[in-house]
């Protein structure tokens, strides 16, 4: 079965910490891709990272880091110096053969001043 | 401005009252889904269509009707809501295979089904 878990549904953590959001993710397919989106409390949907399964290496955009590990079935990110801004929930999400896409329950992150 | 746009964004409506969610994209994207948001329960695919006149159910297609007629529509139907269909709909568009590709969604459309 294909599927995406976040375990972390809330997180806290003081500005300028780091935090580490987990998905963890199942499927049979060998050609599958991975996605991170961002929801800030406005509310849109904001599309942040794509990787495929075929390409382990890891991703860093400024502030932001994702560790894709095909082993543990894992696509953690990373938020290095956490600012409030970056409070939002975040979703892992995967698409597969077919097109169907699945997503995460989200991580619902606070940055606290 | 590239956008996908929704109506109507806010709609309270009674059981059994047909009523259509309106999707719209000017991307000229192939792959357009809908998602329903429900507290604890993330994102949740209803629909999704890889161009016109193909569409595909998602993980949660009971209740629900789509069609694609044109490439930019992607309309979503309830013929007859039920209050469990209460919830926060987006519509999401993107280019090519939905599969390979990141999804620009829409600002949502939240029913309430009384």
């Known amino acids: 079965a294909q599927k995406v878990t976040q375990a972390q549904t809330e997180i806290s953590v003081v500005e300028k910490e780091d935090v580490t959001l987990d998905c963890v993710y199942e499927?049979?397919?060998?050609?599958?891709?991975l996605f991170w989106y961002k929801q800030p409390p406005s509310g849109e949907l904001v599309f942040l990272i794509r990787r495929n399964s075929f390409d382990e290496q890891n991703e860093i955009s400024g502030r932001y880091s994702w560790n894709f590990q095909k082993s543990t079935s894992s696509f953690n990110f990373t938020i290095t110096a956490s600012q409030v801004v970056d409070s939002a929930v975040y979703f892992c999400a995967l698409s597969q053969q077919g097109d169907k896409i699945i997503f995460g329950k989200g991580t619902r992150l606070h940055i606290l001043p | 401005e590239a956008q996908v746009t929704q109506n109507p964004r806010y709609l309270i409506t009674v059981t059994g009252k047909k009523l259509t969610v309106t999707c719209s994209q000017n991307m000229n994207h192939e792959y357009m889904s809908w998602y329903r948001q429900d507290p604890g329960l993330g994102l949740r695919q209803i629909y999704y269509s890889m161009n016109v006149e193909v569409t595909d159910k998602g993980d949660v297609p009971e209740g629900y009707k789509v069609s694609r007629k044109e490439k930019r529509n992607f309309p979503l139907i309830l013929e007859s809501p039920s209050p469990n269909q209460t919830s926060l709909y987006f519509c999401a568009s993107s280019l090519g295979r939905g599969q390979l590709n990141e999804q620009f969604f829409g600002p949502g459309t939240r029913l309430t089904v009384l």
């Open positions: 499927t049979r397919d060998t050609t599958y891709y």
